[in-house]
């Protein structure tokens, strides 16, 4: 029996479909532009390409497209050093692929490609690059796979693309693209050699384009889409408007795993996200591939005599415009915002939005590319606060205080577009707008009027720029930049141990790696029921770059409830009623960006041993700030373990040694199952220990997952008592010297002697307890 | 070895300093990979079609809005104003 499957068993005999690692029956190296075409069976996928990198390729570009059939669902998934994980006996769990997969191209179409650079937080670097295709339709089909390795100095340059055919997708906004097409006679104005009304629109928007991509450089394909509507009329009203599509974030505990974003737990506006994805949106976040990155909207009325008199929009390209508005500076303003130029912290309520947040609340508890660089500085010689650590009041006292909302981003305080640099922080942080009185929508999402002349001031200017400014080096900073991301050098690789939310205490997982399998884990999730009586859930996986990503079991669940069937020959069961759910991640990776860890709740260890885990039990969900309990070193033998009988399976003893003053202590977890073999849990601590010391066993009478943690420290009560002879667990068990220790045990669950649990038997140690290192990237 | 850039002068062709992608194309080779079946929806689901995993519920990203008016005086004044009010509420664990 392998000690997987001990592990397993000691437990609830959850384990055996493991097999021990994967085998990796056949690879097929693929070589640089080469394509190779094979067919791809319905519902299944193929893991074992790969392409070796050498450290003087810039690129590696991969495409999957299913032949003749380009409709056909296909997706792409890449990773590399390590192959992808799964039980080869088993059919595969896509989330989990998915979830291991460090880029994708995932769309709904059968055409999928992605571009790896020398850039961002999983940059291309030298080594072995996994492949896996995956094909999610009923039928076979035939696909194409390429990969590519580019030596180039340059990295590729794809400049923005403008939609001006009104071309959406299910679920988005009508588009009137009809004013682009107005055949009202013009003559050809300050370079703009349209002849039409509609033709002069077109070419301003297009060369609008032209100059953000110039001054961008964007490396993948970025889509503007523009359309006109009615937005006001009279002497006040909208000239235009625009937005990110949508806002993307890393947090794969929500179903949003992209680790190749900069920035995990932090919002990345579409474009910017889809650069780091080195892919289209539609290809990193799925759906069809009409969606745009960019959406912009300008004033039908504008150029009317409804819309601001006789003025209206100048298309020329030489910014005269007189006393006419400037398209192209408008245009490129919009823009602008689109590509990440904004804040999401609340201006407060307005006429037009009286639901709004009070001013200084947060739109979103999650960080944002944009206001991680935002600080307050109160005083000519203070460094300032970030701005999303303050709370709310000082936030509004932040957003008000005219000129102490500072942009501090890397590329801003070195850019020789701020007046600023060379000045000691914070005098080089670029001022943003914060008038006394809020004005919505300019504050905090535009520089401040003191530094005059930039695009992304508050107010248009005769000057009506035609370049970026400053707001470039703004872009850059929220996410335009890959090349200044600090590359991840290593993925956590956690010891076993037990972990922790302090708000939640009293709850909490023991998390054991599996000796003989590579960062492969055991989880037990103790916890407490609607009626703060003790339960336990399990669940297996690997750790993949620092995630444990089990899969899900063929009932769907990743965390299942152990149910022990007494009487049974094999009496190990898990939870198949479709009235039982049970989902559980954990990522070790930057968890102290992550809401649940910047909650300001006293006691987080608030270093890089945080976890967040995220879990769903039925109708219940939530993240959590996980860390390890650590305890002083013993002086004898380090008892720490999972202790079973291999012959007698369906519960396990926890021990986790410490250092007292009197000596060496132990905290014991029993966990074993009730007369209705439901996995429950009780504790006792012995100081000092000794192995075959004798202990009453205690019940905890604790409180619901979703319940505040209560004032009172919890109760607790006689249910049995413990006798554990322990052996040393770092004595192998091949040596000729190993002995297995012994447990005498009885428990009766809530006290009744009719629902009593009762061993005595021979115990082994089950888990690797060792230290361990991170895992190096390269 | 493909020349693919010149020299300012225009004397000479070169090799890059770091050759580009040769991208002419390649006949493509047939290969019969080892392939695994995708798990199907769980059990207790009715249907039984592989699922492609669920992507968190999109957002959307706010809408900044430029704002004129004509003044009494005849001076334009443009502004900025914003709507969040497309940006949904976070949902830990919201995994559709």
């Not at chain 1, 940059?123 to 990969?147: E, H, K, S």
């Not at chain 1, 399998?517 to 770059?545: M, N, Q, R």
């Amino acid at each position: 029996m392998s000690i997987a499957l001990k592990v397993a068993t000691a437990v609830a005999g959850l384990l055996l479909a493991l097999s021990g690692n994967p085998s990796r029956a056949q690879e097929i190296r693929l070589e640089s532009g080469e394509p190779v075409v094979f067919t791809l069976p319905a519902a299944a996928f193929a893991d074992g390409f790969y392409i070796d990198v050498e450290d003087s390729d810039t690129a590696l570009t991969i495409n999957l497209d299913a032949v003749e059939y380009p409709e056909i669902d296909v997706d792409l998934l890449v990773r590399r050093a390590t192959p992808f994980q799964f039980d080869p006996a088993l059919p595969a769990d896509a989330s989990a692929l998915f979830d291991q997969a460090q880029y994708r191209s995932a769309s709904s179409s059968g055409e999928e490609t992605l571009t790896v650079l020398k850039q961002g937080r999983l940059p291309l670097r030298a080594g072995r690059w996994y492949i896996a295709a995956l094909n999610f339709v009923n039928a076979d089909v035939q696909v194409q796979l390429t990969a590519t390795r580019s030596q180039s100095a340059e990295p590729p340059y794809v400049p923005i693309s403008v939609d001006l055919t009104g071309d959406i997708s299910s679920g988005e906004d009508s588009c009137n693209v009809a004013p682009f097409n107005d055949s009202t006679p013009l003559s050809p104005v300050g370079g703009n050699s349209g002849t039409t009304l509609g033709q002069q629109r077109r070419n301003a928007l297009l060369e609008a384009a032209r100059l953000v991509s110039e001054e961008l450089r964007p490396t993948v394909p970025i889509r503007l889409r523009a359309c006109w509507d009615d937005l006001g009329s009279g002497d006040s009203l909208t000239l235009a408007q625009a937005s990110s599509t949508y806002i993307f974030l890393d947090d794969t505990g929500i179903g949003s795993h992209m680790p190749f974003l900069d920035e995990r737990f932090t919002y990345f506006s579409t474009p910017a996200s889809a650069r780091q994805a080195g892919t289209s949106i539609c290809r990193f976040a799925g759906g069809p591939c009409n969606v745009a990155d960019v959406r912009a909207e300008f004033n039908t009325t504008v150029d009317t005599a409804d819309g601001l008199g006789s003025r209206g929009f100048y298309y020329g390209f030489d910014r005269n415009h007189g006393n006419d508005i400037d398209f192209i500076s408008v245009g490129i303003h919009e823009v602008t915002h689109g590509l990440g130029f904004y804040g999401l912290i609340s201006t407060g309520p307005t006429d037009d939005d009286p639901d709004a947040p009070e001013l200084g609340e947060r739109y979103s508890d999650y960080g944002d590319a944009y206001d991680n660089h935002v600080r307050y500085v109160s005083s000519p010689d203070d460094a300032g606060m970030p701005l999303l650590d303050l709370d709310v009041a000082d936030r509004a006292i932040a957003l008000t205080s005219h000129d102490g909302l500072r942009f501090a981003g890397m590329h801003v305080l070195a850019s020789p577009r701020n007046p600023l640099t060379g000045n000691p922080a914070p005098g080089n942080y670029a001022p943003l707008f914060a008038p006394f009185v809020v004005n919505p929508g300019s504050t905090l999402s535009h520089f401040s009027t003191s530094l005059s002349g930039e695009l992304m001031g508050p107010y248009a200017t005769a000057a009506a720029p035609h370049t970026l400014g400053l707001a470039r080096d703004v872009l850059f900073d929220v996410g335009w930049d890959p090349a200044a991301v600090e590359a991840v050098e290593s993925f956590p690789r956690p010891a076993s141990g037990i972990y922790f939310d302090p708000a939640h205490s009293g709850h909490g997982v023991n998390f054991l790696r599996v000796p003989g399998l590579e960062d492969f884990y055991f989880l037990v999730f103790y916890t407490f029921d609607a009626a703060g009586k003790p339960e336990f859930y399990i669940s297996s996986g690997p750790l993949v770059d620092g995630v444990f990503v089990p899969s899900r079991g063929a009932n769907g669940d990743t965390l299942a409830r152990p149910v022990y069937v007494h009487g049974e020959a094999d009496p190990n069961r898990v939870d198949m009623s479709p009235g039982f759910n049970g989902q559980i991640r954990l990522d070790f990776n930057e968890a102290a960006k992550s809401p649940a860890c910047r909650d300001g709740y006293p006691g987080r260890s608030a270093d890089a041993s945080q976890a967040v885990m995220t879990w769903t039990i039925n109708n219940e969900s939530a993240q959590w700030c996980l860390q390890p309990i650590l305890a002083p070193s013993v002086q004898g033998p380090d008892y720490s373990n999972l202790w079973g009988n291999a012959q007698d399976t369906g519960w396990g003893l926890f021990t986790f040694s410490y250092g007292v003053d009197e000596g060496d202590a132990i905290s014991l977890v029993i966990y074993y199952p009730d007369g209705d073999g439901h996995g429950r849990w009780a504790i006792q601590q012995l100081t000092p220990f000794a192995s075959g010391d004798r202990g009453e066993l205690l019940q905890v009478q604790g409180y619901c997952r979703l319940c505040e943690i209560p004032d009172e420290p919890l109760t607790n009560s006689v249910v049995g008592e413990i006798t554990p002879g322990l052996t040393d667990p770092d004595r192998p068990s091949a040596s000729p010297d190993f002995a297995p220790g012994h447990m005498a045990v009885k428990v009766d669950f809530d006290g009744n002697a009719s629902l009593r649990f009762e061993r005595d038997v021979s115990i082994v140690p089950l888990v690797d307890w060792s230290p361990v290192e991170d895992a190096a990237t390269d | 070895m493909l020349c693919l850039l010149w020299l300012a002068t225009g004397l000479s062709c070169v090799p890059a300093a770091h050759a580009a992608t040769d991208t002419m194309a390649r006949p493509a080779r047939h290969v019969a990979p080892a392939t695994h079946a995708l798990q199907r929806q769980p059990r207790k689901s009715a249907a039984a079609e592989v699922a492609k995993p669920a992507f968190a519920p999109r957002r959307h990203g706010p809408v900044l809005k430029l704002d004129a008016a004509l003044e009494a005086n005849g001076k334009l004044e443009l502004r900025c104003d914003e709507d969040h009010s497309v940006v949904a509420p976070t949902a830990p664990g919201d995994r559709p």
